[in-house]
Every structure is written in structure tokens, then in C-alpha cells.
């Protein structure tokens, strides 16, 4: 399985972005997807997930309400509309496949650059 994230860029604080994490593989529509971001100096942090189906998601408390995951299941793609922008969000976002634990995935992708300024 690879991941490959992107939509990154630099955006005003109060606008929106919307990330997307296309995957290849055969069994990659089977697995929950998340996405994660790490902050300069900072650890990496859970943002959200999504169920296989994308019946069930999963947000941490500081997304919440801001964010939204969806996935497409025929284009192998994950997305993350994010809005309502703070300069907070300010970090590199991941995505990952195949959650093995609360906060362990077996497949990572090489991460999109998000820049909120304020």
C-alpha cells in the first residue's frame, strides 16, 4: 500500500483547505484511514479517522466541528476539509491506512505541508 497526501499550502487564518491522500492497493478500500499532523517541535497528534465504509469517523476535541473526513472508495482517495483555519493548525499532515492500535496504522504517507498565517 502507498499513500500519496497533497492539497497542502498556505491559507489565512478563517479560510479553508482541503487535503486528499490517494492510495493504491487492492485491500486499501477494507481499511480505516486517518489522518495525523506533527507541528514544528512538536509530537505527531491524531486528527481523525474514517471507517472503511465511511459510516463511522472519529475527530480529536481541537477538529472537531472544523474539520471533515470523507473518502471515495472508487478513487482509493481520502479527504480532509478543513475550515475555519487557525494559525494553530499550522503543521505537515499525514495520512495512514490499516489502524492497528488507538493510535498505530501500518501504512503512512510522505505528508503535505499546511500554513496558516495569521
Known amino acids: 500500500v502507498q499513500l500519496q497526501a497533497s492539497g497542502g499550502g498556505l491559507v489565512q487564518a478563517g479560510g479553508s483547505l482541503r487535503l486528499s491522500c490517494a492510495a493504491s492497493g487492492r485491500t486499501v478500500s477494507t481499511y480505516t484511514m486517518a489522518w495525523f499532523r506533527q507541528a514544528p517541535g512538536k509530537e505527531r497528534e491524531f486528527v481523525g479517522s474514517?471507517?472503511?465504509?465511511?459510516?463511522?469517523?472519529d475527530y480529536s476535541n481541537s477538529v472537531k466541528g472544523r474539520f471533515t473526513i470523507s473518502r471515495d472508495n472508487a478513487k482509493k482517495t481520502v479527504y480532509l476539509q478543513m475550515n475555519s483555519l487557525k494559525p494553530e493548525d499550522t503543521a505537515i499532515y499525514y495520512c495512514?491506512?490499516?489502524?492497528?492500535?488507538?493510535?498505530?496504522?501500518?501504512?503512512w504517507g510522505q505528508g503535505t505541508l499546511v500554513t496558516v498565517s495569521s
Open positions: 474514517i471507517s472503511w465504509s465511511g459510516g463511522s469517523t
Open positions: 495512514a491506512a490499516q489502524k492497528l492500535g488507538p493510535l498505530a496504522y501500518g501504512y
